[in-house]
């Protein structure tokens, strides 16, 4: 979670715990009034505290996107006709190794890109990539013939991306939509570095000797 939506979240939950116990104090002094408006102050401090958090904990796994960044390397190894293993390294993660059938490597990611109302928190576009897929040149392939799709993403407490295509209420804060994917042929072995920007996905293969 970031610094400041940390710092958030305990000075809300202060904020309305006081508030829940100056009601019950009011209660005390028999003054219903003064409970009830600092009772429901407080469970609104207390929501709204709750709401950041899960904000925070949706985001966790997205990695800051404010520039053209290296996402994963892709090391392929054909294994026969129209099969390859495509060994995936991303940062922080464990290696994982996939067997997809196709003429091509397709990856894609999840975009989260905050609005200028909450920038000031330091909330800012987030991606994590997504599925990883083989991909068929031919179409006729790519309708009919073995798909082999496989997901990137680990399992998450709270999903964000999911949680803002469903409630428009969020729209005001927050746009959710898919990166645009991509794809390259795979004829040799080769490692490939996918990288992400605020305006898409590139996949490329590395020079010999970098």
């Known amino acids: 979670m970031a610094p400041l939506l940390t710092v958030l979240v305990v000075a809300l939950a202060a904020l309305g715990a006081g508030s829940i116990l100056a009601g019950v104090k009011a209660l005390r002094r028999a003054k219903p009034v003064g409970f009830g408006l600092r009772t429901l102050g407080g469970l609104l401090l207390l929501s709204l505290g709750g709401l950041v958090a899960t904000i925070g904990a949706g985001l966790h796994g997205y990695r800051a996107l404010t520039r053209e960044v290296l996402a994963a390397r892709i090391d392929v190894r054909p294994l026969g006709e129209q099969r390859f293993q495509a060994t995936v390294h ?14 091509q490597i397709y990856v894609d990611a999840r975009i989260l890109k905050w609005k200028p109302l909450v920038n000031v928190l330091g909330l800012h576009t987030a991606y994590d990539l997504d599925r990883i897929a083989g991909r068929y040149g031919n179409i006729d392939q790519e309708i009919d013939a073995e798909r082999t799709v496989y997901s990137l993403t680990g399992e998450r407490w709270v999903d964000l991306f999911d949680l803002r295509r469903r409630f428009a209420a969020l729209s005001p804060f927050l ?20 990288l992400v920007s605020t305006s898409g996905l590139l996949v490329r293969e590395v020079e010999a000797g970098r």
Do not use: M, N
């Open 175 to 194: 746009d959710a939509e898919y990166g645009s994917g991509t794809f390259v042929s795979v004829r040799q072995p080769a490692q490939l570095e996918v």
């Open 90 to 103: 991303i940062p922080d993660r464990p290696d994982a190794t996939y067997e997809l059938a196709g003429d």
